[in-house]
């Protein structure tokens, strides 16, 4: 069966840091992979994307210096470092993967979505 899971949420405390992970269980390669995440009442917003054949990564001005996205494509996995959390930054995350490969922090260029994972800063 094809799908992707997040894990690592959490709740922690403003300044700290959390790491998602993302594992693509069934799916060959991608074309792109990206984070999201989505605050209650607001639109769901690309944080972070990743070209895994290229290397390239893209991020919001929002966490840009403070989260890093990486993959590792021997295990098929998708990871985000997210240091030096903010309140704001509480959302729903979820991993998103593309075999179109445009328009990396766009929601509609994504086919493959996982289920969401938690993560609560508190201040």
């Known amino acids: 069966q094809e799908q992707l899971v997040e894990s690592g949420g959490g709740s922690v405390q403003a300044g700290g840091s959390l790491r998602l992970s993302c594992a693509a269980v069934?799916?060959?390669?991608?074309?792109?992979m990206g984070w999201f995440r989505q605050a209650p009442g607001k639109e769901r917003e690309g944080v972070a994307a990743?070209?895994?054949?290229?290397?390239?990564?893209y991020y919001s001005d929002s966490v840009k210096g403070r989260f890093t996205i990486s993959r590792d494509n021997a295990k098929n996995a998708l990871y985000l470092q997210m240091n030096s959390l903010k309140p704001e930054d509480t959302a729903i995350y979820y991993c998103?993967?593309?075999?179109?490969?445009?328009?990396?922090?766009?929601?509609?260029?994504?086919?493959?979505w996982g289920q969401g994972t938690q993560v609560t800063v508190s201040s």
């Open positions: 069934g799916y060959n390669s991608f074309t792109s």
């Open positions: 990743i070209y895994p054949n290229l290397g390239s990564t």
């Open positions: 998103a993967a593309s075999r179109w490969g445009k328009y990396p922090l766009r929601s509609d260029a994504y086919t493959y």
